[in-house]
T-cell receptor
Framework: DVKVTQSSRYLVKRTGEKVFLECVQD?????MFWYRQDPGLGLRLIYF???????EKGDIPEGYSVSREKKERFSLILESASTNQTSMYLC???????????FGPGTRLTVL | AQSVTQLDSQVPVFEEAPVELRCNYS??????LFWYVQYPNQGLQLLLK??????LVKGINGFEAEFNKSQTSFHLRKPSVHISDTAEYFC??????????????FGAGTRLAVHP
């Protein structure tokens, strides 16, 4: 089975802090994605990566950056956390040429 | 641009009753369609998908969905629900993969609450 893990289930940070969210997948997938999930808005794509060191902006990249130094790991970075970044963050991965994305359990981030 | 509209934000239903969760999409090109389920405190899990071929798609846990191109709909159905089906359901659309990956556009979600 595909396994996508995220470093924390719950995270509380203060405004202005630099925040790292880590995602690891164990199926050698080429593609990895970061979404945020908010009530009434569904999932919105922040960034994705189709190869090591390659990244593309999604629909809401402002205030975020990403890093993919190894194939299995995709990090989401909040350079200076703000209260409007309080949300559930979901990571997903998929294999090139396939259509299904596999999701991690999510990290619920609260910024105070 | 693609978009997905889930017509009901919440659907309450009694156990063993049938249920339909509605999804409409807009796109100018051929699409792939998906339903994902999110159980409380978990990530998303694929229920079923439509890529091509038969318009009636069967998924896990007794769910099925019908692709209707003329009405641009992909409604999810189950003939008899269980308490364990209580979850949030997301409809998603993507264009045929380009460069080997597909970007999903999600609807806002429908919260299904099954009552005894």
């Amino acid at each position: 089975d595909v396994k996508v893990t995220q470093s924390s289930r719950y995270l509380v940070k203060r405004t202005g802090e630099k925040v790292f969210l880590e995602c690891v997948q164990d199926m050698d997938h080429e593609n990895m994605f970061w979404y945020r999930q908010d009530p009434g808005l569904g999932l919105r794509l922040i960034y994705f990566s189709y190869d090591v060191k390659m990244k593309e902006k999604g629909d809401i990249p402002e205030g975020y950056s990403v890093s993919r130094e190894k194939k299995e790991r995709f990090s989401l970075i909040l350079e200076s956390a703000s209260t409007n970044q309080t949300s559930m963050y979901l990571c997903a991965s998929s294999s090139t040429g396939t259509d299904t994305q596999y999701f991690g359990p999510g990290t619920r981030l609260t910024v105070l | 641009a693609q978009s997905v509209t889930q017509l009901d934000s919440q659907v309450p239903v009694f156990e063993e009753a049938p249920v339909e969760l509605r999804c409409n999409y807009s796109s100018s090109v051929s699409v792939y369609l998906f339903w994902y389920v999110q159980y409380p405190n978990q990530g998303l899990q694929l229920l079923l998908k439509y890529l091509s071929g038969s318009t009636l798609v069967k998924g896990i846990n007794g769910f099925e969905a019908e692709f209707n191109k003329s009405q641009t709909s992909f409604h999810l159905r189950k003939p008899s629900v269980h308490i364990s089906d209580t979850a949030e359901y997301f409809c998603a659309v993507s264009e045929s993969p380009m460069r080997g990956y597909n970007k999903l556009i999600f609807g806002a979600g429908t919260r299904l609450a099954v009552h005894p």
